[in-house]
């Protein structure tokens, strides 16, 4: 005992005085974002690229589970730990502002009349007052998935997809099969709130049948009108009127598509990868059929990057350097390359190339007229969808009721939030 | 000033500080206990070792509760401090009409499992004790679910219950020209589907925990019983039933606080609409998870969770007074 207490006491002191002494020239920042096998591979690539540009910067990346990311910020950048630049979804931007996780970008960069210049309007949800506080290297939209093979086995040209919604229907009903008993073995079309059918619904339906889904920068609910009726009804329809589809069919949209059951899919830009992966499918894309007034709208959403309220002296200007280059053009081409998001800046978008590309330009074409849905609470906003529809097949809720009911709710859910 | 003046001003506190704070009080310590009776070191040791399982307690179990407790009486949203909310989260909760909803599910999962898993556990038990081929074999085959991971054996009835091309059941009823079920794309179908292989995967257990019970009911009381000529339902009755009451209570409760409590298999079988459709299969956990890590209501998920919490309570109290001595 005689001699372990000088030699505990020599250690502590020792370790006391080491962390005062290690100062270096280099600057180490540190970048968060959940896990997304393509995006944690690009963001990879990107910081060496970034590192070689920059010797004097070291980007330290970081990922962890979805589940729990939100959690870990929370908890870490209070604490003075944790990231210096952090990947957001937009529909975050509020709580993240409010609760001072993450700080204006410096005007004289990022300067706003500029940004809204060179991004894809729906960037400008990001900016408060005179400041960006987020800005995104990619966007993702939506289109109209097809089945090859089941289109020309339908006698339908895989070249011409549906450009109208009435077109769309008469599609449905030529692709969809049914066994003996009249159960649906194949659907035309795929159906489910759960997927994306509940932006498809929102943002796009609704506009084309003349109406608005929410006013007053998304805190008032608007969809309760006859538009958003005939929209509605519209959509219930391709499965109570057609029998072209069938909620729940295969278990979920995706899968239904993948296993080559469904002739059509709505589904996001971020379904690319899995469907390239997926052997013998003969898929194709669409831009999402336009309304019956010729209107096209698109829903799009994003991810962005911010610098947090813990990254301060020279960690901020490497911070800064940092965002400057994960929002540049260059960056947005190995994003598209790697991850098959498209790029937030029209310029690198819209390049012939990318608008000519069967896969990418109809999602690409899309984003010149998407919206983005301002969430208060994503999941919940579209459990509201899941039951609307859900009244009507299963508990024969009149189309007008179950709408009332739903805006109703969602609105209640908004108030909840912004009050 | 030089620079080596400076640090050495800078170092001397640090080691003071470092001293004050862990140094000195272990020295302390060390000269304390080398002045106590070999008895009272004894105490001491067995106190070092007692601490460690009462301080994880205390730290995992026991101040998250009471936190909760503190919790559902404020609003957190996790990122912005915590606002003093009072009683409203719990006015809100009683106001709620999916909160009714979820809790009569809730109700509905233990009235419904509890029952059900332990008549079909002891009829599989009763007649089981009584078989000798293949004894072990059987009872190794009623086990095994209970070994199988929840979420697997959830995603496999999930998918049983599919409509046609897909799901085994519906296929199975379209062959015998029987209309196809919704099974879990229904309001009134979707409970007891999704309780089915809850019980399934419980019944093993049950079944074990009822067999030691027949065992050790003495054969001298069954002996007796025959000599006097008693019927087979009498001694069921009259002799096993009875003397198997310690092991009923003990399953009673213990199912009970698993049905109501009952999360994986309808998290896992309805993961596109967690507790759908139209919340018919949502039971309170779910909400509780739902509420505090979809909604980030940190405050009335905490409050739903005192209700649990306190459902739990009484309805182990009851069954324990009911099913104890009368």
């Known amino acids: 005992m005689q001699t372990a207490r000088p030699l505990l006491l020599g250690a502590l002191a020792g370790l006391a005085m080491g962390g005062a002494a290690g100062t270096a020239n280099a600057v180490e920042i540190e970048y968060w974002q959940y896990f997304f096998e393509a995006r944690v591979n690009a963001m990879d690539q990107l910081i060496e690229q970034f590192e070689a540009a920059n010797p004097d910067i070291t980007v330290v990346h970081r990922h962890f589970p979805y589940a729990d990311y939100r959690t870990r910020v929370a908890a870490a ?36 009349a500029q940004i809204e210049a060179d991004f894809f309007p729906m960037v400008q949800a990001m900016r408060r007052d005179d400041a960006y506080f987020a800005l995104p290297t990619a966007v993702r939209s939506l289109a109209l998935f097809y089945n090859e093979r089941l289109f020309e086995a339908a006698g339908l040209d895989p070249d011409a997809p549906p450009q109208t919604l009435e077109e769309l229907v008469s599609y449905a009903e030529q692709i969809a099969e049914t066994d003996g008993a009249g159960n649906l073995t194949t659907v035309g079309i795929t159906m489910g709130m759960t997927a994306q059918d509940h932006h498809w619904f929102r943002e796009i339906l609704v506009r084309q049948f003349g109406g608005e889904p929410y006013a007053d920068d998304y805190r008032t609910v608007t969809y309760n009108s006859e538009a958003g009726q005939a929209a509605l009804d519209f959509y219930v329809s391709l499965m109570t009127e057609h029998e072209v589809s069938q909620i729940g069919f295969m278990d979920e949209p995706q899968a239904a598509f ?141 189309v007008e009721d179950s709408l009332a009911q739903a805006a109703e709710a969602e609105q209640a859910i908004l108030d909840q939030y912004y009050e | 000033m030089l620079a080596q003046d400076r640090n050495r001003q800078i170092d001397r506190p640090a080691t003071h500080r470092v001293w004050r704070t862990v140094g000195f009080p272990i020295w302390l310590y060390l000269s ?39 919790l559902s009486l404020h609003d957190w949203n996790l990122l912005s401090d915590m606002e003093w909310a009072g009683m409203s989260n719990f006015g809100r909760l009683a106001a709620d009409p999916e909160f009714w909803q979820v809790f009569w599910n809730t109700f509905q999962y233990l009235l419904l499992g509890t029952p059900i898993s332990l008549v079909i556990a002891f009829t599989i038990a009763y007649y089981l004790d009584q078989v000798r081929f293949m004894h072990g074999f059987i009872r190794a085959l009623y086990f095994l679910p209970f070994l199988t991971t929840a979420v697997a054996m959830a995603w496999v009835w999930r998918w049983f219950y599919q409509p046609v091309p897909v799901g085994v059941f519906n296929n199975i009823l379209a062959e015998l020209g029987i209309a196809q079920q919704p099974f879990l794309r229904s309001t009134s179908q979707a409970l007891p589907s999704v309780l089915a292989p809850a019980i399934w995967a419980g019944l093993g257990f049950q079944v074990i925990i009822f067999l030691a019970g027949l065992r050790a009911i003495p054969q001298s009381y069954y002996e007796a ?43 896992n079988m309805t993961t596109n609409d967690p507790g759908g459709p139209l919340n018919s299969t949502e039971p309170l956990v779910l909400m509780i998870y739902d509420t505090a890590f979809n909604g980030f209501q940190m405050g009335y998920a905490a409050a739903q969770t005192v209700v649990l919490f306190l459902v739990l309570l009484v309805v182990s109290l009851i069954q324990l007074r009911i099913l104890r001595d009368r």
């Open chain 2, 32 to 70: 304390w206990y080398r002045s106590r009776t070999i008895r009272q070191k004894r105490v001491v040791w067995a106190w070092t070792f007692l601490s460690v399982p009462l301080l994880f307690y205390v730290v995992i179990r026991f101040y998250p509760t009471a936190d909760a407790f503190w």
């Open chain 1, 77 to 112: 950048i209070p604490a003075g730990e944790g990231p210096d630049v952090v990947q957001l979804f937009y529909g975050w931007l509020n709580d993240y502002v409010d609760a001072e996780l993450i700080q204006p970008l410096p005007t004289d960069v990022f300067e706003p």
């Open chain 1, 258 to 398: 993948r296993a080559g059951r469904a002739g059509m899919h709505i589904d996001g830009s971020f379904r690319i990868g899995a469907l390239e992966r997926t052997r013998g499918l003969p898929w194709r894309v669409a831009e999402l059929p336009a309304g019956p007034d010729g209107i096209r709208s698109n829903f799009a959403s994003y991810w962005v990057n911010a610098i947090t309220t813990k990254a301060d002296a020279e960690r901020y200007d490497a911070a800064v350097r940092f965002m400057e280059f994960v929002t540049s053009p260059e960056a947005m081409d190995l994003w598209l390359e790697v991850v098959g998001e498209l790029p937030a800046r029209t310029e690198a978008a819209l390049t012939d190339e990318n608008t000519n590309d069967p896969v990418f330009g109809p999602f690409i074409r899309g984003l010149e007229y998407a919206h983005a849905t301002k969430f208060a609470n994503e999941s919940d906003q579209r459990g509201e969808m899941m039951a609307m529809v859900d009244r009507i097949v299963l508990e024969d809720q009149s």
């Open chain 2, 225 to 267: 019983a025959r000599i006097d000529g008693v019927s087979r339902l009498t001694i069921l009755w009259e002799i096993t039933i009875p003397l198997l009451k310690p092991t009923i209570v003990f399953l009673v409760v213990f199912s009970s606080i698993g049905f109501l409590r009952i999360f994986d298999h309808v998290f």
